[in-house]
């Protein structure tokens, strides 16, 4: 019978906590690689960003600003959004039309129409949509916005997740004040000449101060903590498995040291522990397959932006197995040094 090796165990258990991190990142490739940027909260690099800062209601006209662009004003509050889907008020532009389920997209019309309208996600519209008559509604700060139409796709994606409120309705009978507007289109030269013009209007209202902002893409489904968190809790996984690994190979080093003997050769022995360290590696992405699995069974983390954004299927099942062998196979690296360091006659005594 083989003898149970504590090392060997704890290696596993490290790469089944570091197996969250591939799995949920080869996730996030492929959610990004689907939503389109305009629905995706974090704009394109091209985006231009301002923020707005008036002591008196000081309005203005997305058509006053050009064509063929889209502006977003951020329903957000010290960079946390206020709501659980709202993101944005949205303004006339050069909309891809999004994948819809049923009804319709807004027209240009809706965007600037003092109807208050919207567009919601099928996820969002389970949760938070109510229905009078043959009308559905989404209620948000107290005003009704009827609902043209569902988006979704048939993969995870920020269209389901999402409401799209149109400008008119948003700011109908209510003072604009200071707020943070983000400005996209597909040609630059559109954008920034809308960007100019919003500028010019701030710049010649009274009491009004605009603040051109640097926009940075950011990856949506982590926050800042979470990103902070992450790649600091990575590094400890690795270095604890690199740690690990010395005592392993310590551990092993008897056997090693008796192949070595017998005549196996050093590309031997070291194809050996690399075969090791992938096994290690794929029963701790197993076991972590597998708890998160059993979490999406909890509907409370299930229906949380992680749980929705890390559903396992296919594609993650691929791209985090070749991850894992290849994370795998770098940090078998140290241990294979210290193979070949292995004194055989020392081992052997």
């Given at each position: 019978m083989k003898k149970f090796n504590i090392y060997g165990f704890m290696i596993t258990l490290s790469f089944f906590l570091a197996s969250f991190f591939i799995v949920g990142f080869s996730n996030l490739l492929i959610v990004n690689r689907i939503n389109n940027r305009n629905y995706d909260m974090f704009l394109g690099?091209?985006?231009?960003?301002?923020?707005?800062?008036?002591?008196?209601?000081?309005s203005f006209s997305p058509q006053n600003l050009g064509d063929n662009f889209v502006i977003y004003n951020m329903i957000s509050a010290n960079g946390a959004y206020d709501s659980d889907w709202v993101r944005a008020v949205y303004g006339i532009g050069d909309f891809p039309m999004p994948a819809m389920k049923d009804g319709r997209f807004f027209t240009n019309d809706d965007f600037?129409?003092?109807?208050?309208?919207c567009v919601l996600g099928?996820?969002?519209?389970?949760?938070?949509s109510e229905t009078e008559g043959d009308t559905e509604y989404y209620t948000f700060e107290g005003v009704k916005y009827r609902i043209l139409g569902h988006m979704g796709t048939e993969e995870i994606?920020?269209?389901?997740?999402?409401?799209?409120?149109?400008?008119?309705?948003?700011?109908?009978?209510?003072?604009?004040?200071?707020?943070?507007?983000?400005?996209?289109?597909?040609n630059l030269s559109e954008s920034t000449r809308a960007f100019e013009n919003l500028k010019y209007l701030a710049d010649n209202a009274e009491n009004v101060k605009f603040y051109t902002m640097v926009h940075n893409p950011t990856i949506r489904s982590f926050d800042t903590y979470s990103k902070t968190l992450y790649p600091i809790s990575l590094a400890i996984l690795i270095m604890s498995i690199i740690i690990i690994s010395y005592f392993y190979i310590d551990s092993i080093s008897h056997r090693i040291a008796v192949k070595k003997l017998v005549g196996f050769s050093s590309l031997n022995l070291?194809?050996?522990?690399?075969?090791?360290?992938?096994?290690?590696?794929?029963?701790?992405?197993t076991c972590a397959v597998i708890a998160l699995l059993l979490l999406a069974a909890n509907e409370r983390y299930a229906s949380s932006e992680l749980g929705y954004f890390t559903v396992i299927r296919p594609q993650t099942m691929i791209y985090a197995?070749?991850?894992?062998?290849?994370?795998?196979?770098?940090?078998?690296?140290?241990?294979i040094l210290f193979v070949y360091r292995t004194d055989t006659g020392k081992k052997l005594k």
């Amino acid at each position: 019978m083989k003898k149970f090796n504590i090392y060997g165990f704890m290696i596993t258990l490290s790469f089944f906590l570091a197996s969250f991190f591939i799995v949920g990142f080869s996730n996030l490739l492929i959610v990004n690689r689907i939503n389109n940027r305009n629905y995706d909260m974090f704009l394109g690099r091209d985006s231009l960003k301002a923020r707005i800062s008036c002591d008196v209601p000081f309005s203005f006209s997305p058509q006053n600003l050009g064509d063929n662009f889209v502006i977003y004003n951020m329903i957000s509050a010290n960079g946390a959004y206020d709501s659980d889907w709202v993101r944005a008020v949205y303004g006339i532009g050069d909309f891809p039309m999004p994948a819809m389920k049923d009804g319709r997209f807004f027209t240009n019309d809706d965007f600037v129409s003092e109807e208050p309208t919207c567009v919601l996600g099928l996820a969002a519209a389970a949760r938070s949509s109510e229905t009078e008559g043959d009308t559905e509604y989404y209620t948000f700060e107290g005003v009704k916005y009827r609902i043209l139409g569902h988006m979704g796709t048939e993969e995870i994606s920020d269209l389901d997740v999402i409401v799209m409120l149109n400008w008119g309705g948003y700011f109908n009978n209510k003072a604009m004040y200071s707020g943070t507007y983000i400005i996209d289109s597909d040609n630059l030269s559109e954008s920034t000449r809308a960007f100019e013009n919003l500028k010019y209007l701030a710049d010649n209202a009274e009491n009004v101060k605009f603040y051109t902002m640097v926009h940075n893409p950011t990856i949506r489904s982590f926050d800042t903590y979470s990103k902070t968190l992450y790649p600091i809790s990575l590094a400890i996984l690795i270095m604890s498995i690199i740690i690990i690994s010395y005592f392993y190979i310590d551990s092993i080093s008897h056997r090693i040291a008796v192949k070595k003997l017998v005549g196996f050769s050093s590309l031997n022995l070291f194809l050996e522990v690399a075969g090791e360290f992938v096994c290690f590696a794929l029963a701790g992405m197993t076991c972590a397959v597998i708890a998160l699995l059993l979490l999406a069974a909890n509907e409370r983390y299930a229906s949380s932006e992680l749980g929705y954004f890390t559903v396992i299927r296919p594609q993650t099942m691929i791209y985090a197995v070749i991850a894992t062998v290849f994370f795998a196979l770098i940090l078998s690296l140290p241990a294979i040094l210290f193979v070949y360091r292995t004194d055989t006659g020392k081992k052997l005594k």
